[in-house]
């Protein structure tokens, strides 16, 4: 969930800051659109290899930690034992039913018990590069393109305005369900990321106007 929010919010930034700077250095609409397009293709392929690579080095951790709490566990069983007994302790069970549970789920599965309850890690949340890289990459494109469609079927004389409405618009909306996924106020991250893409889209109309005054 994390990577496809990321994902869209990036997609509708950069995508939206390019359309609008290239179209203020008042070029033809169809090179706007083709700088839309391979953008987007870029884009996509670039939060993929991005998300692939940070998640598999979180991967390659919690392997690292997986291989060192086996072999703690085989080395000094008691020790590991009695960490899990303190605990079930400090969670607020009583020394003697915190050893009792402590026995019985290592008793279960010893290694998946340390790694639970000692390291927190769970197969609902291990790291996935390859589901994050997909993610991230549909999740970009998907919001990308309506900075374009938006530009394509806008009227010629308001195709910038356009374009800033409907990306700001489904900005407000991403970061709304980026703060509601994490129990933040909805309409304090809204704002948050209106504001950004704002700053980005003008400074990139900045940009775009200054270089297509100079020629270039």
Excluded: W
């Amino acid at each position: 969930m994390r990577a496809a929010v990321l994902g869209a919010n990036d997609g509708v930034v950069s995508i939206a800051s390019m359309i609008v700077g290239v179209a203020s250095a008042s070029v033809t609409p169809r090179a706007v659109v083709v700088s839309g397009i391979a953008g987007l293709a870029a884009g996509a392929m670039s939060m993929a290899v991005g998300e692939y690579v940070s998640v598999s080095s979180q991967r390659d951790v919690e392997e690292a930690d997986v291989e060192l709490e086996r072999r703690h566990l085989q080395e000094n069983p008691e020790y590991e034992l009695e960490e899990l007994t303190n605990i079930y302790v400090e969670r607020g069970l009583d020394r003697d039913l915190a050893r009792k549970v402590a026995e019985q789920l290592s008793a279960r599965d010893l290694l998946r018990t340390h790694l639970r309850d000692e390291l927190g890690f769970s197969d609902a949340h291990r790291a996935r590069p390859l589901q994050a890289a997909l993610v991230s990459a549909a999740s970009f494109a998907s919001l990308a393109i309506c900075p374009i469609v938006g530009f394509v079927l806008a009227p010629t004389r308001v195709r910038v305005e356009t374009v800033a409405a409907v990306s700001l618009a489904a900005l407000a909306a991403l970061g709304a369900l980026g703060a509601g996924l994490g129990g933040a106020p909805r309409l304090r991250g809204a704002v948050r990321v209106l504001v950004g893409g704002g700053l980005a889209m003008a400074a990139s109309a900045a940009i775009g106007r200054f270089l297509g005054l100079v020629g270039l």
